[in-house]
């Protein structure tokens, strides 16, 4: 039973095995003459060219003389099919070198370089090729190969140096060396191998010559023509002080030690450094020889004279050494010496003293205030974007109204007021677009003036825009209340009562008038905007027969100018000023000078008419209301004075420079 068992197992096993023969096939054919498969892993009989095998994924290996051998793997695909083998020749092998030492030799294979080296290995495709071997200094050398597989060709091929020439000349004649080989004296004409080589050339009292030539197939003659040069001599110098300029001959040179000279002719060093007399020293040294020179210069002094009216400390390089009218012995440099004076222009002047004569300084210091004053534009754009012009006043005027004056009222209250420190004054009033720069939630056409503002928000505009351009606060506020006004501030403020009055009667005419527009009580055309036909029904007082285009607010800059050169204070809306309200009498005889109100009050005077303003009493610039509140025809006008009482010059300066600037833009 057991033989049966065997034997029944052994014939399914062979119609297994033959049901999964896989035939291999081989390629190329001349591969396939010399080829081997043998069983890489599994389990499997190889029967000369099939397989048989048990494994799911056998793998063999086929080789042949002179291929690279190979291992595949199979899978159950495969079985019962024929596969095909290609197997992949052996490269040949090259290895060459030439008969010189030298890694510029270039290789080419076929015209192709492969590679510039003193020696090439490199491995090729069995085949027939053509060898090209260049190097500069030598002829060309070409050889063919026939390479078989598996191959290794190794070989030493000459190269024959190309045949040059090198003509030479020397002034004067001198001794020739090619390599370190005496070859005699110049002129000469020699016959050289390709390559490079040394050439020196000496002779005595002259400065070698050390140069290198190369003849090459592209150059192989090769011409060279040297002037020696008498050898050099040295000079040692020692400065005092250190840190000047020294010269050889007119020509600046490196403040060295030790300067290399030539020799046997006639030199000049010279030495110097600002604020010491130069010293020069000429000489003529033999060839080798060294010469020691020393040079110690003396100081040099002059006399500066100083003047100046008035009298002012003199500041020499930023220390004061006394007062005009002064003399000093300085050094030849240059010196920064600044005049300098409270409540005057400071002066700088550099001066470079002589001891061949005196300097002299004599000026005439300017007032700060006039300074800054002549310095200041007539008119210019602040940064939010309205204009102001300045005003120069030299005047004095009478404010408020007689009781005989139709319309007066009793708060209007006459004084006699003279302005001289000059201001500026906005143009326009304050409008929407500007007012929103500083209140982004501020409302309203932009070119309309802005309008229900407190007076503390006015304030509070100006300190801003103050603070964007660098000014002095005027205004001193904490938690919306005012706490104190700096009367020393040159930053934006509103305009007081006494100069709001002053332009809108006095400013540009040769008399004080009694309404912006003169003293005709008929409203020229186009001159302000009030209460005209147009409000009829919208307020109790309108003026009939005039007509001026707004039925409420205008656009500012919409009705002509006025004579002062700003627009709408005859009417549009009416303006906060600086000043706290108050009725107090004036002394009698009494000339208020540039009043600036200092006080701290709730309430603050309102000058102005405005769209709805028809009677004679509001539209007289006299006319004068107190108000602690906003109204919706209450907006504001800016100023600011030119200077501030303790402005330095430095900053009035650069602040004025700005101003210019920016007048050029926006100078109306």
């Known amino acids: 039973m057991l033989a049966l068992f065997f034997i029944g197992a052994f014939i399914v096993l062979a119609v297994i095995l033959a049901s999964r023969g896989t035939r291999i096939e081989i390629h190329p054919d001349d591969a396939a003459v010399s080829s081997s498969v043998r069983l890489h892993k599994g389990v499997a009989v190889i029967v000369g060219e099939t397989l048989y095998s048990i494994s799911k994924r056998p793998a063999i290996t086929v080789s042949a003389e002179g291929f690279r051998p190979i291992t595949q793997t199979l899978n159950s695909n495969d079985f019962g099919k024929v596969i095909s083998v290609t197997l992949v020749p052996l490269p040949a092998k090259i290895k060459l070198r030439t008969n010189i030492d030298n890694d510029k030799i270039s290789w080419l294979i076929n015209g192709e370089v492969l590679a510039i080296s003193e020696k090439f290995e490199h491995e090729l495709p069995a085949g027939n090729y053509q060898l090209t071997i260049t190097h500069p200094h030598y002829h060309d050398a070409s050889t063919a190969m026939s390479l078989s597989r598996n191959e290794v060709f190794e070989d030493v091929i000459p190269l024959r140096p190309i045949d040059g020439s090198l003509a030479i000349k020397t002034t004067p004649k001198a001794h020739v060396s090619i390599n370190t080989v005496d070859k005699g004296l110049s002129p000469l004409s020699l016959s050289l191998h390709g390559g490079v080589h040394n050439v020196a050339i000496t002779l005595n009292g002259y400065e070698p010559i050390n140069d290198t030539i190369e003849v090459s197939r592209s150059e192989p003659n090769v011409n060279r023509d040297y002037r020696l040069e008498l050898k050099k001599a040295s000079v040692i110098v020692s400065l005092k002080p250190s840190g000047g300029k020294l010269t050889l001959d007119n020509i600046a040179v490196n403040n060295a030690h030790k300067l290399a000279v030539a020799a046997g002719i006639k030199h000049r060093i010279t030495y110097s450094k600002a604020g010491y007399f130069s010293e020069s020293k000429t000489f003529n040294i033999a060839a080798a020889d060294v010469l020691q020179l020393s040079f110690s210069l003396k100081k040099e002094m002059g006399m500066v004279e100083i003047e100046s009216s008035p009298a002012a400390e003199v500041v020499l390089n930023g220390k004061l050494v006394g007062t005009t009218p002064l003399q000093l012995s300085l050094n030849a440099v240059k010196q920064k010496i600044t005049l300098k004076k409270k409540g005057f222009r400071?002066?700088?002047?550099?001066?470079?003293?002589?001891?061949?004569?005196?300097?002299?300084?004599?000026?005439?210091?300017?007032?700060?205030?006039?300074?800054?004053?002549?310095?200041?534009?007539?008119?210019?754009?602040?940064?939010?974007?309205?204009?102001?012009?300045?005003?120069?006043?030299?005047?004095?005027?009478?404010?408020?109204?007689?009781?005989?004056?139709?319309?007066?009222?009793?708060?209007?209250?006459?004084?006699?007021?003279?302005?001289?420190?000059?201001?500026?004054?906005?143009?326009?009033?304050?409008?929407?677009?500007?007012?929103?720069?500083?209140?982004?939630?501020?409302?309203?056409?932009?070119?309309?003036?802005?309008?229900?503002?407190?007076?503390?928000?006015?304030?509070?505009?100006?300190?801003?825009?103050?603070?964007?351009?660098?000014?002095?606060?005027?205004?001193?506020?904490?938690?919306?209340?005012?706490?104190?006004?700096?009367?020393?501030?040159?930053?934006?403020?509103?305009?007081?009562?006494?100069?709001?009055e002053w332009l809108a009667r006095k400013s540009g005419k040769a008399t004080q008038t009694l309404f912006v527009w003169g003293n005709e009580r008929v409203i020229p055309k186009n001159a302000v905007n009030i209460a005209d036909e147009s409000a009829n029904g919208k307020v109790k007082v309108f003026v009939s027969k005039y007509n001026d285009g707004f039925s409420e607010i205008a656009p500012v800059g919409s009705f002509s100018q006025e004579k002062s050169g700003l627009y709408d204070q005859g009417g549009n809306v009416s303006e906060w000023t600086h000043d706290s309200y108050s009725i107090v009498l004036a002394k009698s005889g009494k000339v208020l000078q540039d009043p600036f109100d200092l006080t701290v009050g709730n309430s603050h005077v309102v000058k102005g008419a405005n769209w709805r303003s028809g009677s004679a009493t509001e539209l007289r610039p006299s006319f004068r209301?107190?108000?602690?509140?906003?109204?919706?025809?209450?907006?504001?006008?800016?100023?600011?004075?030119?200077?501030?009482?303790?402005?330095?010059?430095?900053?009035?300066?650069?602040?004025?420079?700005?101003?210019?600037?920016?007048s050029e833009r926006g100078a109306m």
């Open 346 to 500: 400071s002066i700088t002047k550099v001066v470079m003293p002589s001891a061949a004569n005196a300097k002299k300084i004599n000026v005439i210091l300017v007032n700060e205030k006039i300074a800054q004053l002549k310095e200041a534009p007539n008119r210019y754009t602040h940064k939010a974007g309205g204009k102001l012009k300045l005003f120069r006043p030299n005047d004095t005027f009478t404010m408020g109204a007689k009781r005989s004056e139709l319309g007066q009222r009793a708060n209007e209250i006459i004084k006699k007021t003279r302005l001289t420190k000059a201001f500026y004054a906005g143009i326009y009033e304050v409008t929407n677009e500007e007012y929103r720069q500083y209140n982004h939630n501020t409302q309203g056409p932009p070119k309309n003036p802005v309008t229900s503002i407190s007076w503390i928000d006015a304030a509070k505009f100006c300190n801003w825009l103050s603070q964007q351009e660098g000014l002095s606060l005027v205004y001193r506020i904490n938690n919306n209340h005012l706490e104190g006004i700096n009367t020393n501030a040159n930053g934006y403020r509103l305009l007081t009562e006494a100069e709001w």
């Open 625 to 662: 209301e107190g108000l602690s509140n906003p109204r919706d025809d209450l907006g504001f006008r800016i100023g600011r004075y030119v200077y501030g009482g303790n402005y330095t010059r430095n900053h009035s300066i650069g602040r004025f420079q700005s101003l210019a600037q920016v």
